[in-house]
């Protein structure tokens, strides 16, 4: 149990640190890349984030299971 623990822990970390990399600097929000191409990174940030949550949910079912 523990095992699976830190592996959501390590999901979640994980998460939060590609999260923090995109807004960390405000001129971020200034950036061409953002700035010019929002519906292709929004894009790409949910599709990131869907697969995030994909894996949360394997591990979260993982762990359900153990508790059986």
Same mark, same amino acid.
């Given at each position: 149990m523990i095992? &699976?623990?830190k592996a959501i822990q390590l *999901? @979640?970390?994980n998460t939060e640190?590609? @999260?923090f990399g995109i807004i960390k600097n405000e001129w971020m929000k200034d950036h061409p890349h953002f700035a010019y191409?929002? &519906?292709q990174v929004l894009s790409e940030i949910i599709i990131n @984030?869907? &697969?995030k949550q994909d894996e949360l949910g394997k591990l979260i079912d993982e762990l359900k *299971?153990? *508790?059986e």
């Open positions: 095992d &699976k623990l *999901e @979640l970390r640190k590609y @999260l191409n929002q &519906k @984030l869907m &697969k *299971e153990t *508790e």
